[in-house]
């Protein structure tokens, strides 16, 4: 992810397979928050193993869309579902 993109709570996101941890490459997350502003962002992650992490945008990759509340989330933006 570019670290101008905005990431909405519930996106999918795969960190990066050169991401400096190398037991978190690949692994698929959901977004549940985002903290800091313009400048810094992080991003707070859950995966499925119950883990949760924060990472900076560049770390992760959007993986598709996750459809909330008729609104869909993508890397080419926002589109109604």
């Known amino acids: 992810m570019r ?3 905005k990431a909405p709570i ?7 397979e050169d991401h400096r941890i190398s ?3 690949g ?5 549940v928050g985002s903290y800091g502003g313009e400048e810094f ?3 707070d992650v859950h995966f499925p193993d119950g883990r949760y992490q924060l990472f900076w ?4 990759d959007d993986v ?3 459809s909330l509340g008729g609104v869909a989330y993508s890397a080419g933006g926002v589109r109604a579902s």
Do not use: A, S, W, Y
């Open 3 to 5: 670290p101008q993109e």
């Open 10 to 16: 519930g996106m999918k996101v795969r960190v990066r």
């Open 23 to 25: 037991e978190l490459r």
């Open 27 to 31: 692994t698929v997350g959901k977004v």
């Open 41 to 43: 962002t992080v991003l």
């Open 57 to 60: 945008p560049g770390d992760l």
């Open 64 to 66: 598709g869309h996750l």
